[in-house]
């Protein structure tokens, strides 16, 4: 189960919203080969949002969000290759 990080006083799951806005994004015209770029960057964004909102250093935000956006890309791939088989 992902970690759930408290934004703005409701409960969200950083990693499935990273795969819906990057999802949105190729389907408005992002190419696939920035996606991962995409899912890291907002990612961070997330990141230094949970860490400014539970009083956690902005470098662990950093740090947390480029895992988070990494694992948005992971499952993401992973569901494509099970879609494939």
Do not use: N
Not at 33 to 60: C, E, N, Q, R, V
């Amino acid at each position: 189960m992902p970690k759930t990080y408290v934004i703005g006083g409701g409960r969200l799951s950083l990693p499935p919203a990273i795969m819906v806005a990057v999802g949105l994004a190729k389907t408005l015209g992002l190419p696939s080969k920035y996606a991962p770029h995409l899912s890291a960057t907002l990612g961070m964004a997330g990141g230094i949002a949970a860490a400014a909102t539970s009083g956690k250093p902005i470098l662990w935000g950093v740090l947390a969000g480029v895992f988070l956006g990494a694992a948005a890309c992971s499952i993401y791939d992973q569901g494509k290759k099970r879609v494939r088989e």
